[in-house]
């Protein structure tokens, strides 16, 4: 939730910069047009060790979950453009100065891609993170009941299941909760205070086979 704050309010702040950059070279403003497949390359060369991204398939967990960092922004609108700014930001000034006298907190180095090289990233960003994943997109049905496929395209990014080699940390890892049947096909059928509901998205089918594969392979 404070990551989400600091991106909005880095929204509007690199909004303010924008005007006060206007005309001058090295304004934030995301110039010319991006190539998305560079940027989605480059991030899992370059971003990937640190950062979860659903629809690139990484897992780092050094810097914050990027899905849930412009989730909000994105529930509030904000357009792929606003975010590319925030990220093209991020990259050319890393921890930026915030961090300093902070040492014990992870830092991110600034400027580890640059010029067109860290726009396509940004815009690669954009236009995916929040998005809930390559999958989300199309429809789950295609996942059959298949309940690995399943947890992989729906689950992994927040739970830690070695059987599907997820390793999200948004809610509980399921290998040490080993949670029964019961409690899953509950849980993912009506969600919990942070974790969405399935029911609708997923067929009672595709619910049971999922909760099948985490209560018989979890902890094991
Ligand atoms: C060595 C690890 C590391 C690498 C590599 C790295 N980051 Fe980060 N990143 C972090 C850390 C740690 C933070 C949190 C500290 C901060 O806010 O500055 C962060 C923060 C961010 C944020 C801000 C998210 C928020 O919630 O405010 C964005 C966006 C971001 N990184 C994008 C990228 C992109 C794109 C790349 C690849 C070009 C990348 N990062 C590479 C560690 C890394
Ligand atoms: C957006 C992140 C997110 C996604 C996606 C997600 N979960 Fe969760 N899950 C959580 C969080 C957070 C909790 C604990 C708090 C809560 O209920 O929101 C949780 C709790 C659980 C629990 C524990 C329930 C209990 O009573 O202890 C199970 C089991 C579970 N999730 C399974 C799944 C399965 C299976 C899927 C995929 C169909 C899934 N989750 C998708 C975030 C998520």
Avoid: W
């Avoid at 780092?60 to 357009?79: E, H, W």
């Amino acid at each position: 939730m404070r990551r989400a704050g600091r991106v909005a309010a880095g929204i509007a702040g690199v909004a303010a910069a924008a005007l006060l950059a206007a005309g001058c070279g090295t304004g934030g403003v995301a110039p010319k047009q991006a190539d998305v497949q560079n940027g989605e390359a480059l991030f899992k060369s370059s971003c990937a060790g640190c950062h979860t991204l659903a629809a690139a398939g990484t897992n780092g967990t050094i810097g914050p979950n990027l899905d849930n960092a412009f989730a909000s922004d994105r529930s509030q609108d904000f357009k792929d453009s606003s975010i590319e700014n925030v990220v093209l930001d991020q990259i050319r000034l890393g921890s930026g100065p915030i961090a300093i006298g902070k040492v014990e907190e992870p830092t991110m180095p600034a400027n580890i891609v640059k010029g067109q090289d860290a726009v396509d990233v940004a815009a690669y960003v954009a236009s995916v993170a929040g998005q809930g994943g390559p999958t989300a997109s199309s429809s789950p049905a295609s996942l059959g009941t298949n309940g690995k496929k399943i947890f992989q395209s729906e689950c992994s990014s927040c739970h830690t299941l070695a059987a599907a080699g997820a390793t999200g940390t948004v809610g509980p890892n399921l290998d040490q909760l080993k949670p029964p049947l019961a409690t899953v096909v509950r849980q993912v059928t009506n969600g919990g205070a942070v974790m969405p509901a399935f029911k609708g998205k997923l067929t009672p089918a595709q619910i049971e086979a999922v909760a099948t594969f985490v209560s018989s392979s979890a902890g094991k």
